[in-house]
């Protein structure tokens, strides 16, 4: 079995328009792989691709999650399978409490007949609210409903935690976020970095992964990966912006 999530030549639409246009890349487990690119270059489409949002449609190439079709799989079926996306714009779900939320999603991830242990439960949810300096209240409070910016982006990372996912999409999670609590979220992630998981940070800033210290960077530039290296890359791109890039690409095609 292949241990990583590989995207392949993937093309995918939106209303009939082209938006990924042959993107490929492959994400080892036990690997934090970043993607850098401009605004409305895809890089939100394809996590929702990934997600399986339905305004998305794929029209050709692949997605697998250790050997298996992700794009074969309905989209409740891809988060028991392992796969989590943060979003970059995380939904309100009036009346439905954090903490019942979160519940529902692990007792979905139990065998049939077996019951979740509610005191385990809120304890191991404690524990990571503490962690990512959350008060008690936004366990009682719906989910994101008027929440800030960087308290939906502190949900999203504590929805990471406690679904153990094998593979972790992060959708500019550090955007909305002030320094203290973008270091907060980047010491979960950190924390959460283990040979058996795999991390796809997309980020416009480089900030973030000086905090999220990534094994790989891709860039994004009109659909496709159009380079990777090291984390330097990032920071080459800080200095020279995607201009740079978009002009070196040219002069080598
Ligand atoms: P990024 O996250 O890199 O900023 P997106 O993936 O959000 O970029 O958007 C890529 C392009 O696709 C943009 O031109 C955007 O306007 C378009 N797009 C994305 N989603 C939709 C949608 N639901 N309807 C119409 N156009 C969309
Ligand atoms: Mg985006």
Known sequence: MSDNLTIS?????????????????TVPKGEVHAIMGPNGSGKSTLAKVMAGHEDYEVTSGGITMDGAELLDMDIDERSREGFFLAFQYPLEIPGVSNANFLRAARQARLPKGEEIDAVAFYKEMYAKMDELGMDRKFTGRSVNEGFSGGEKKRNEVLQMMMLDPTYAVLDETDSGLDIDALKVVAQGVNAMRSPDRGFLVITHYQRLLDYIVPDVVHVLVDGRIVKTGDKDLALELEENGYDGIKEEILATA
Do not use: F, R
Not at 9 to 25: F, M, P, Q, R, Y
């Open 9 to 25: 030549n993937l093309h995918a639409t939106v209303d009939e328009t082209e938006i990924l246009k042959g993107l490929s890349l």
